[in-house]
Nanobody, 115 residues
Framework: QVQLVESGGGLVQPGGSLTLSCAAS????????MGWYRQAPGKQRELVAT???????NFAAFVKGRFTISRDNAMNMVYLQMNSLKPEDTAVYYC?????????WGQGTQVTVSS
């Protein structure tokens, strides 16, 4: 059974940092493109960052220069380092894996940026 389990969310003040982790099981992430998405209340889910199997990265314009995505294929983990967080970054963050016709989502982790 494939599972993606996110962790590391929480409450942080504006300007602060958080690192989200995504632990995969039942699959080998090294053959999947991985990514992070987010969904704020009342809004559609949106792409935050992606990382390909050869570790090429892509970021949404609203996080460029602030977030970093990385992968550890040996540990079957994906990370999202978030710096200079803003209140508008408040959302549920989801881990995503995709390969041809196979696609998986995690259950999400809440990130709240507030003073």
């Amino acid at each position: 059974q494939v599972q993606l389990v996110e962790s590391g969310g929480g409450l942080v003040q504006p300007g602060g940092s958080l690192t989200l982790s995504c632990a995969a099981s039942g699959m080998l992430i090294r053959i999947y493109a991985m990514g992070w998405y987010r969904q704020a209340p009342g809004k559609q889910r949106e792409l935050v960052a992606t990382i390909t199997t050869d570790s090429s990265t892509n970021f949404a314009a609203f996080v460029k220069g602030r977030f970093t995505i990385s992968r550890d294929n040996a540990m079957n983990m994906v990370y999202l380092q978030m710096n200079s967080l803003k209140p508008e970054d408040t959302a549920v963050y989801y881990c995503h894996a995709i390969r041809t016709s196979r696609e998986y989502w995690g259950q999400g982790t809440q990130v709240t940026v507030s003073s």
